[in-house]
Every structure is written in structure tokens, then in C-alpha cells.
């Protein structure tokens, strides 16, 4: 069982970054490939970026590419999420969520919702023009 606490939310305006962070709970954070996923009032959850088990492998979403990094500190059982250029349509409610796959599982399923198995409650992000 894996408990994940997502913090650094907020209201910010267009152009300026957020760092979120991740927070799980328990001894085996780095079995899991982590990922961030955004949900907008009236839209699907969608995938923002994914991290592999050990940190070396990430990918991203193409509508954050070259603004966000996603990173983890196994040793402090923490996923991070830096968010530059922030824009409007950057505004969701952001979780984070660990599935206890392989990277390699299948082809790009990190970016299905449905593969992973734990998942925060969430932390509004606002983006004001």
C-alpha cells in the first residue's frame, strides 16, 4: 500500500513557475514508476508526465514539453514536479499517481490513467492571464 500527499499548489500568473511535490509513504517508492496527471473543471484527467523507477528515463506530455520537469528522490520518497512558463490552460487540479510496473510494460502505457494504482488526493494549481 503506498499513500501519496501532493503539495505546492496555488494561484500564480501567467509566466510564473510552481514546483509540486509528491510525497508517498512506505519503503518501496523506488518499485514504482511515478507520474503527474491534471484534471480541468469538465475534462478528462490527462497525463502530464511520467518518471521511471530510477530516475532515468521521463517523458512529458507535448503540450508542457520544455516547460515542465518532472524529477525523484528515492531517498526521500518524493516525486517533484517543476512548472515554468505557467499559462492559463495550465490550470487543473494536479495529481500524482505510482504504478508498480516496468517502464517498459507496454508501449506509452504510463500515459493511461487507469495503469496506475495509487493516486494522491490532489492540489489545485491556478494560472491567471
Known amino acids: 500500500q503506498v499513500q501519496l500527499v501532493e503539495s505546492g499548489g496555488g494561484l500564480v500568473q501567467a509566466g510564473d513557475s510552481l514546483r509540486l511535490s509528491c510525497a508517498a509513504s512506505g519503503r518501496t517508492f523506488s518499485r514504482y514508476v511515478m507520474g503527474w496527471f491534471r484534471q480541468a473543471p469538465g475534462k478528462e484527467r490527462e497525463f502530464v508526465t511520467a518518471?521511471?523507477?530510477?530516475?532515468?528515463?521521463?517523458y512529458y506530455a507535448d503540450s508542457v514539453k520544455g516547460r515542465f520537469t518532472i524529477s525523484r528522490d528515492n531517498a526521500k520518497n518524493t516525486v517533484y514536479l517543476q512548472m515554468n512558463s505557467l499559462k492559463p490552460e495550465d490550470t487543473a487540479v494536479y495529481y500524482c499517481?505510482?504504478?508498480?510496473?516496468?517502464?517498459?510494460?507496454?508501449?506509452?502505457?504510463?500515459?493511461?490513467?487507469?495503469?496506475?494504482?495509487?493516486w494522491g488526493q490532489g492540489t489545485q494549481v491556478t494560472v491567471s492571464s
Open positions: 518518471i521511471s523507477r530510477s530516475g532515468g528515463s521521463t
Open positions: 499517481a505510482a504504478a508498480d510496473k516496468d517502464v517498459w510494460y507496454s508501449s506509452s502505457w504510463y500515459r493511461i490513467p487507469r495503469e496506475y494504482d495509487y
